[in-house]
């Protein structure tokens, strides 16, 4: 089955350049020239892959990452942001982006990207069982409808935010370094920097950690990197 692809950037010459290679690829591809085409595009086709530029007429790439996030949290984001501009790199990974890649990018490179963050998506719901569940205290992530619970809430997880969990939880007072849960969550051909596992696992405490509890679940090892402390 083939993987839509929509791309969201204003320039046509690299939106026309990335819908050729993309085809190449097998990949359905859907164009839109602005945040607001391109969240009306997301809506209407359900894409697997967004590619997002940062700088859009009318509402920034940030908005629409976040609105995607939220509209549909399962689909893989993947930021296009201008070369030495580490804030927007952060900045959309804080609103919810998988991964980013810096203009002027290489098109092989990021067509992999897309395509190793699929397979992590895809890959996210093929458990055998209905009931396979992990729990942890007030913690419960159902593997099959790829949902988390704490204390029978639900909290919405970003598909990176989940694994990153379900490894955790997997993995009981383990320490990982910040290389390790690159390679597992982002792959072993990642090839961006570990700053992206900090800012993902920032997002992640805020959403289950208790406020001001300050790592009560999520610890941080100093100059190692992070495990989830047993309950």
Known sequence: MESKVLIIEDEESIRGFLKINFKKHNFIVIEAAT????????????????????????????????TLRKELPGVGIIMLTARGQDIDKIKGLEYGADDYVVKPFNTTELILRAKSLLRRLVGKGTSDSKEDTLKSGVFKLELYSQRVFKEDKEILLTPKEFFLLKIFLENKNKAFTRDE???????????????IVDVNIRRLRSKIEDK????MFIETVWGIGYRWRKE
């Open 35 to 66: 945040g607001e085409e391109g969240l009306l595009k997301a809506r209407q086709e359900n894409p697997d892959v967004v590619l997002l530029d940062v700088m859009l007429p009318g509402i920034s790439g940030f908005q629409v990452c976040e």
């Open 181 to 195: 849960l690159l390679d597992k969550i982002w792959g072993y051909d990642y090839m961006g920097d570990t700053k």
């Open 212 to 215: 001001d509890s300050h790592g």
